[in-house]
T-cell receptor, first 114, second 112 residues
Framework: EAGVAQSPRYKIIEKRQSVAFWCNPISGHATLYWYQQILGQGPKLLIQFQNNGVVDDSQLPKDRFSAERLKGVDSTLKIQPAKLEDSAVYLC????????????FGQGTRLTVV | QKEVEQNSGPLSVPEGAIASLNCTYSDRGSQSFFWYRQYSGKSPELIMFIYSNGDKEDGRFTAQLNKASQYVSLLIRDSQPSDSATYLCAVNIDLAGNQFYFGTGTSLTVIP
């Protein structure tokens, strides 16, 4: 079974630039999550999709972050404009979406804003 | 409020000893509880989950849950140097929606 795919693995941008991350979840997983993990901290949930609908985006800084999941499969997370404090690893995860089930994580995208 | 608290450590134990990792959560509606291991520079990977009060054992790992005290723990028996990692406690707030909230993690070092 293929895992959660993310790209790119690494990205370095200057502040005020824009950046986009892509995620392809495990086939058949209805729920997709984007987490932000700052060095030394636990993953922070940014947004959760159930199929192509948003379940929770309460911690997403909507003035600069946006995310979409078209057709209920792939998802993109965008930051525009980036700030220094956005430097973090952005993790995508997916789960079956019902019942007691774990979240499977991709390898993450390490973003450095300079 | 969806808070998950862990002692950030670092926790150091000698090889062969028992490592005890603790986690408390604030949302009484929390349904299930997960322990993830994260090696440096890697993604979190699931160790085990628990949803009923009491103990659940899986090999060298035992998860303990006390919903009345809003407390979950992970015991690692016969600790090995390969267990050195950060251990993340995650709480599933909504069984229907599967919303996972993570603690800050506890860094464990097993000393050979």
């Amino acid at each position: 079974e293929a895992g959660v795919a993310q790209s790119p693995r690494y990205k370095i941008i200057e502040k005020r630039q824009s950046v986009a991350f892509w995620c392809n979840p495990i086939s058949g997983h209805a729920t997709l999550y984007w987490y932000q993990q700052i060095l030394g901290q636990g993953p922070k949930l940014l947004i959760q999709f159930q199929n192509n609908g948003v379940v929770d985006d309460s911690q997403l800084p909507k003035d600069r972050f946006s995310a979409e999941r078209l057709k209920g499969v792939d998802s993109t997370l965008k930051i525009q404009p980036a700030k220094l404090e956005d430097s973090a690893v952005y993790l995508c995860a997916s789960s079956y979406g019902t019942g007691i089930t774990e979240a499977f994580f991709g390898q993450g995208t390490r973003l450095t804003v300079v | 409020q969806k808070e998950v608290e862990q002692n950030s450590g670092p926790l150091s134990v000698p090889e062969g000893a028992i490592a005890s990792l603790n986690c408390t959560y604030s949302d009484r509606g929390s349904q299930s509880f997960f322990w993830y291991r994260q090696y440096s520079g890697k993604s979190p990977e699931l160790i085990m989950f628990i949803y009923s009060n009491g103990d659940k054992e899986d090999g060298r790992f035992t998860a303990q849950l006390n919903k009345a005290s809003q407390y979950v723990s992970l015991l690692i028996r016969d600790s090995q140097p390969s267990d050195s990692a950060t251990y993340l406690c995650a709480v599933n707030i909504d069984l229907a929606g599967n919303q996972f909230y993570f603690g800050t993690g506890t860094s464990l070092t097993v000393i050979p």
